[in-house]
């Protein structure tokens, strides 16, 4: 009895070696699209009121009709009350609209089409100078809604880390407005 279940078990192993390794191999995952916004932030890490650029690019040649820009800004991490950065846990991230003075959410949508501007040689897109006025790391990224597409255009995210800043003394400077309490 035993040698016949070996027999089975070891000739179903050999015709499955036999077969072409092509057929033994996962299904290659489907491609994903290409990234087709671009986007930059000045630096990774400010103070707060310093003024940054997010940039959002597209080659040139594409000359896509932007219908509406929205800045997304997702906090994952926060100043906590020992005077440290800390990273939130995921069910804890949120999307914040006030974080920054300048960085608009939402940018055409009811009006023409977005204008865009040569940010670099070769680049058409978006800048945007705005000021950090809350502490914490943040998730930006953009997403343009352009005419003829069925899904808007993503940007990948760019992380943003703004500390306090110092006094002349070279102390932290915290005020409370600074401060994104835990819900």
Same mark, same amino acid.
């Given at each position: 009895?035993?040698?016949?279940?070996?027999?089975?078990?070891?000739?179903?192993?050999?015709?499955?070696?036999?077969?072409?390794?092509?057929?033994?191999?996962?299904?290659?995952?489907?491609?994903?699209?290409?990234? $087709?916004?671009?986007?930059?932030?000045? $630096?990774?890490?400010?103070?707060?009121?310093?003024?940054?650029?997010?940039?959002?690019?597209?080659?040139? $040649?594409?000359?896509?009709?932007?219908?509406?820009?929205?800045?997304?800004?997702?906090?994952?991490?926060?100043?906590?009350?020992?005077?440290?950065?800390?990273?939130?846990?995921?069910?804890?991230?949120?999307?914040?609209?006030?974080?920054?003075?300048?960085?608009?959410?939402?940018?055409?949508?009811?009006?023409?089409?977005?204008?865009?501007?040569?940010?670099?040689?070769?680049?058409?897109?978006?800048?945007?100078?705005?000021?950090?006025?809350?502490?914490?790391?943040?998730?930006?990224?953009?997403?343009?809604?352009?005419?003829?597409?069925?899904?808007?255009?993503?940007?990948?995210?760019?992380?943003?880390?703004?500390?306090?800043?110092?006094?002349?003394?070279?102390?932290?400077?915290?005020?409370?407005?600074?401060?994104?309490?835990?819900?």
């Amino acid at each position: 009895m035993y040698g016949f279940v070996t027999g089975a078990v070891l000739g179903s192993l050999f015709a499955w070696v036999a077969i072409a390794p092509a057929a033994r191999t996962a299904p290659a995952p489907k491609a994903k699209p290409p990234i $087709k916004v671009e986007a930059w932030v000045s $630096k990774a890490e400010a103070v707060v009121g310093e003024t940054l650029t997010l940039e959002q690019s597209v080659p040139g $040649k594409w000359n896509p009709e932007v219908r509406s820009i929205e800045n997304r800004v997702v906090r994952i991490g926060r100043w906590d009350a020992t005077g440290v950065m800390v990273n939130l846990p995921a069910e804890e991230f949120r999307e914040e609209f006030n974080a920054f003075d300048g960085l608009p959410w939402l940018a055409g949508r009811s009006g023409p089409p977005v204008p865009q501007v040569e940010v670099r040689p070769g680049r058409h897109g978006r800048e945007f100078e705005f000021t950090p006025k809350r502490l914490g790391v943040f998730l930006i990224y953009a997403e343009w809604t352009v005419k003829g597409e069925s899904a808007p255009w993503h940007s990948p995210p760019v992380v943003l880390t703004v500390h306090p800043p110092l006094d002349p003394l070279g102390r932290l400077v915290i005020k409370p407005e600074y401060l994104v309490e835990k819900e």
